[in-house]
């Protein structure tokens, strides 16, 4: 064979994959995913997974490594298909100048891994812990989007997502330690409970996801709902005394039926100076929530770079809006 047929049989399926990834990703994806697509994706990748850990030795001690090669390889897709599903709500989520900003990019590197079989087989499948921790994140990354499609808050579905992920470890954990089941779920759900907590604790470097801040933008006013005189540059301390204030307009992307409190956090030169609430998100409409806030108290010296965070009521950043008063 030529060099070049050995390439594309190494490689060849991988990049295809890559190419249908990235057109998912960038085209076909516009939308919020499917929750029961996710969670079947999850239940489907859960039950291969704790099949596969149980047989996986006597499939060995038989000689049926071509069964378990196929199962590793199912195990590999669906993690691939689950990340899929994933990316476009958390790119959507995602703050590039914020902490949130990791996870996105632990996503994005599990899916090139998934998405490349010789890096898989060299880097995931010969290593139990990999394997666990593929499972673990595609989890809690599935159900932290899904849970907030049915209608829970995104605070409540990421302690639950976290639970989960760490719980569904339990079969794992029992094989690789061989302990009774009934020790490993206690045990489990003790780490568990400590994930959960590990994940509020730490909400603020997690995407909201399916929260997103749509075109955001400093104006004059807002009427009916729309937003009047649009500041395309820097805004003068003339313009800012001239228009009596400025306005924070926010249109936020959710799902139907979500229901979230949110706040406009104010910031000059990255001190907060303002924290307004405001009404609570509603989901369901296309082009976005319309939030704003107005804010006509300004300091004795407003010249400076200012940002204004957009927030859920447990401190989780949807969006940031940037601008510079000049004198």
Same mark, same amino acid.
């Given at each position: ?147 907030? +499609?049915?209608? %829970?808050?995104?605070?409540?579905? &990421?302690? #639950?997502? =976290?639970?989960? !992920?760490?719980? $569904?470890?339990? *079969? ?12 490993? +779920?206690?045990? %489990?759900?003790?780490?568990?409970? &400590?994930? #959960?907590? =590990?994940?509020? !604790?730490?909400? $603020?470097?997690? *995407? ?120």
């Amino acid at each position: 064979m030529t060099r070049a047929v050995l390439w594309l049989r190494r490689w060849g399926i991988s990049l295809a994959s890559l190419v249908g990834g990235l057109l998912t990703l960038f085209v076909f994806r516009r939308d919020l995913p499917d929750a029961a697509w996710i969670i079947g994706y999850v239940l489907l990748l859960w039950l291969v997974v704790a099949v596969i850990t149980q047989v996986r030795e006597v499939l060995e001690a038989r000689g049926h490594l071509r069964v378990v090669g196929a199962a590793h390889y199912a195990i590999q897709t669906l993690c691939h298909g689950i990340l899929l599903f994933l990316l476009p709500a958390y790119w959507a989520s995602t703050t590039a100048t914020s902490v949130n900003a990791v996870f996105l990019g632990v996503l994005v590197v599990l899916a090139l891994v998934a998405t490349f079989d010789p890096w898989y087989r060299v880097l995931v499948q010969p290593y139990p812990w990999a394997t666990a921790v593929f499972l673990l994140v595609s989890i809690f990354g599935a159900l932290n989007v899904a849970l907030p +499609l049915v209608g %829970m808050r995104p605070q409540g579905a &990421l302690v #639950a997502s =976290a639970f989960l !992920a760490v719980l $569904a470890l339990t *079969p794992t954990v029992r094989r690789a330690r061989a302990w009774p089941w009934l020790r490993t +779920l206690g045990l %489990m759900t003790l780490a568990a409970l &400590l994930g #959960a907590w =590990a994940a509020s !604790a730490g909400r $603020a470097w997690i *995407p909201p996801a399916p929260l997103s801040l749509g075109r955001g933008t400093m104006v004059r006013a807002v009427v009916d709902g729309n937003p009047v005189g649009v500041f395309r540059g820097p805004i003068s301390v003339a313009d800012l005394r001239e228009s009596g204030g400025l306005v924070a307009y926010t249109p936020i992307h959710a799902p139907v039926g979500l229901h979230q409190p949110v706040a406009h956090v104010w910031r000059l030169r990255g001190r907060v100076v303002d924290v307004v609430s405001l009404s609570p998100v509603r989901g369901g409409r296309r082009e976005g929530f319309r939030t704003y806030s107005r804010k006509t108290g300004f300091p004795s010296d407003p010249v400076g770079r200012w940002s204004v965070d957009v927030v859920t009521e447990s401190g989780q950043l949807i969006g940031r809006l940037r601008f510079r008063i000049t004198p």
